[in-house]
């Protein structure tokens, strides 16, 4: 359970831009700007902060809902930033009941993008690590399953809230043309 202090109001907006280069159908932004989340087709990134890249998005290709997410950011990044010397981004993917299934981080003091550590999901406390280079599993460290911990209770729960932006398309632009739909 969060305290109440700690969570965080992030608004949704939806693109509206059919040629976007976003390849997510809808981002969360927090009003102080201290977290940004990309959302859809069974996955999130997230990163702290605002990009210029997702400010040019917000600015001209996507229009604010009345939608919002909450959630407990500030434990998340606290644990980050203690664990691995801070995260610039991450990634998690869901399975079909919404279930995060894969968490990859992008680390500050990592040197090259394959560096950081991805994780496989069980179930909330089964974790393994992957190296997809060499096909290698390892154990995950206690310090490791604190982080994943939240980190998959934190977005299983902005699933929980809103499962229909989890699970929409990406924007026209990035489907398959086969399954394109001309826009009414």
Not at 50 to 67: E, H, K, Y
Not at 97 to 117: C, N, Y
Request: aromatic fraction near 12%; charge should be negative; hydrophobic fraction near 35%.
């Amino acid at each position: 359970m969060t305290r109440d202090s700690s969570l965080s109001s992030l608004t949704l907006y939806r693109w509206s831009n059919p040629e976007t280069t976003c390849d997510y159908p809808y981002l969360a932004l927090a009003e102080d700007h201290s977290v940004c989340l990309w959302l859809g087709n069974y996955r999130l990134s997230f990163e702290w902060g605002l990009s210029d890249q997702v400010a040019a998005w917000l600015a001209f290709d996507f229009t604010r809902t009345d939608g919002a997410l909450v959630g407990d950011f500030a434990t998340l990044r606290h644990l980050c930033d203690s664990i691995f010397g801070g995260v610039t981004f991450g990634v998690v993917s869901f399975d079909a009941e919404l279930k995060p299934d894969r968490v990859q981080l992008s680390l500050e003091k990592q040197v090259k993008a394959e560096d950081g550590p991805e994780y496989l999901v069980w179930t909330v406390g089964n974790y393994q690590r992957i190296n997809r280079e060499t096909n290698r599993v390892m154990p995950v460290a206690p310090p490791e399953r604190a982080v994943l911990d939240v980190c998959t209770s934190t977005f299983a729960e902005l699933a929980a809230q809103r499962p229909e932006i989890f699970k929409e398309s990406p924007p026209p632009h990035y489907r398959s043309p086969s399954s394109r739909q001309p826009l009414q």
